[in-house]
């Protein structure tokens, strides 16, 4: 008669088996939770680039907007040329400045994931 039981040795690598099972599961659970959880805190980085960028191009729209206001303003009630003179220089100034943050800020946050404002 032929005994129908396992040895030790079947049962221990049916038990092996099992654990590497387990554990490959395991590790490819933790390598999709990780690989979620860069891809989420890569979306919220870009996101919150974006939208510092947004806000810093509002902010400078609104500067130069009142900038030119002003000079409007000062160059439609003063007499002299001298002083619309300087009025002109200072608003081009600001303007050119204006124009250089927003072009450091966009050309930072597409490159890399900081905003640099100068």
């Not at 400078?60 to 409007?72: G, R, T």
């Amino acid at each position: 008669m032929y005994d129908q039981r396992e040895s030790p040795l079947t049962l221990n690598a049916k038990a092996e088996d099992s654990v590497v099972a387990v554990v490959v599961v395991v590790v490819v659970v933790v390598v999709v939770v990780v690989v979620v959880v860069v891809v989420v805190v890569a979306v919220v980085v870009v996101v919150v680039v974006v939208v510092v960028v947004v806000v810093v191009v509002v902010v400078v729209v609104v500067v130069v907007v009142v900038v030119v206001v002003v000079v409007v303003v000062v160059v439609s009630s003063s007499s002299s040329s001298s002083s619309s003179l300087v009025v002109v220089v200072v608003v081009v100034v600001v303007v050119v400045s204006s124009s250089r943050i927003v072009v450091v800020i966009v050309v930072d946050s597409s490159s890399s994931s900081r905003v640099v404002v100068e």
